[in-house]
């Protein structure tokens, strides 16, 4: 499942920025990892864990910042990350 910029914080799951077209899936029982996005000012390579109703968690740090990106969850420990727009702009997803 993907999650886009729709996603409606509640309680104090609050992510750590403010971030237009981040990927996320759901990696664990009512747990999202939100990966990546951009804003006015450049894009992100950052990740958090959001949970409805508990504090944001910071995630692991993507390898490049990367906005328009999918990804999915391959198992319990590893998810795949594909597609997207790099920093350099370049559209992998062509």
Request: proline letters at 6%; charged letters at 20%.
């Amino acid at each position: 499942m993907l999650i886009g910029v729709g996603y409606q914080s509640t309680g104090d799951s609050k992510m750590s920025s403010h971030r237009s077209s981040p990927a996320g899936v759901i990696v664990r029982d009512n747990e999202f990892l939100v990966t990546g996005g951009s804003d006015t000012y450049g894009h992100y390579n950052i990740s958090d864990f959001v949970s409805p109703g508990n504090p944001t968690r910071v995630g692991p740090d993507m390898l490049e910042p990367l906005y328009r990106h999918c990804i999915t969850k391959i198992n319990d420990s590893l998810v795949a990350v594909a597609g997207g727009i790099p920093r350099s702009g370049f559209d992998y997803s062509r």
